[in-house]
């Protein structure tokens, strides 16, 4: 079975400081990962994608992600926090298999409460 | 390029009443979906089209929830009888392809469904 873990409900830091937000998966098979963001009252907003090549991915925002085979993790990254950065963050895997009826199905993650404080 | 529209944004029903959902995905986008996401939670996937197609309801509740996409573009998700359990955020996603594994999903406001 496919499954996202995020281990932190909540990641306070203070504005200018580097962030992470963490993420594990399970999937079987070739893992396709993406981070989301939602605001308050909206949709989610897509940030960034790993599919193949660099494991350093860069995003929108100022946000990147490392993906990490060996530790199953693909841990979301920003140099230096804004308080605008401030709202719930998912992490997302999607199975790379082009069979079976659940090809594009995305697994969520819980969610991770981002706090940034002035 | 417009996003996806839902409406409406907000409805309070009660329990074993009915409520249908709309929404409009980009233009162009073949595959469209629909999530539940109950408050706490990350979104679950109820049903994904292609075009006018079913691809996965798997995770649909068949008894009480159906969806439609007649003529491949805009969808409708009814639940009838409404439970409970139903309270949650329904967002509806689209994307330009099913088998082009990166594409990203784009997400509508969603409409927050109240049980009473």
């Known amino acids: 079975a496919q499954s996202v873990a995020q281990p932190e409900d909540q990641v306070n830091v203070a504005e200018g400081n580097p962030l992470t937000v963490k993420c594990t998966y399970s999937?079987?098979?070739?893992?396709?990962l993406f981070w989301y963001v939602q605001y308050p009252n909206r949709g989610l907003q897509f940030l960034l994608k790993?599919?193949?090549?660099?494991?350093l991915v860069k995003g929108s925002y100022g946000f990147e992600a490392e993906f990490n085979k060996s530790q199953t993790s693909f841990h979301l990254k920003k140099p230096s926090a804004l308080v605008s950065d401030s709202a719930l963050y998912f992490c997302a895997v999607r199975v790379g298999s082009d069979r079976g009826s659940t090809l594009g199905r995305l697994y969520f993650g819980r969610g991770t409460q981002l706090t940034v404080w002035p | 390029e417009a996003g996806v529209a839902q409406s409406p944004r907000y409805k309070i029903i009660e329990k074993r009443q009915s409520v249908a959902f709309w929404c409009n995905p980009i233009?162009?986008?073949?595959?469209l979906y629909w999530y539940q996401q109950i408050l706490g939670q990350g979104p679950k996937l109820l049903i994904q089209f292609q075009n006018n197609g079913v691809v996965d309801d798997s995770q649909l509740p068949k008894d009480r929830f159906s969806a439609e996409r007649l003529k491949g573009v805009d969808s409708t998700l009814k639940i009838q009888p409404a439970k409970l359990e139903d309270s949650a955020v329904y967002l509806c996603?689209?994307?330009?392809?099913?088998?082009?594994?990166?594409?990203?999903?784009?997400f509508g406001d969603g409409t927050r469904l109240s049980i009473l």
């Open positions: 790993y599919i193949t090549g660099d494991n």
């Open positions: 233009s162009g986008h073949a595959t």
């Open positions: 999937v079987s098979g070739n893992p396709y």
């Open positions: 996603a689209s994307s330009a392809s099913r088998s082009g594994v990166g594409w990203p999903q784009h």
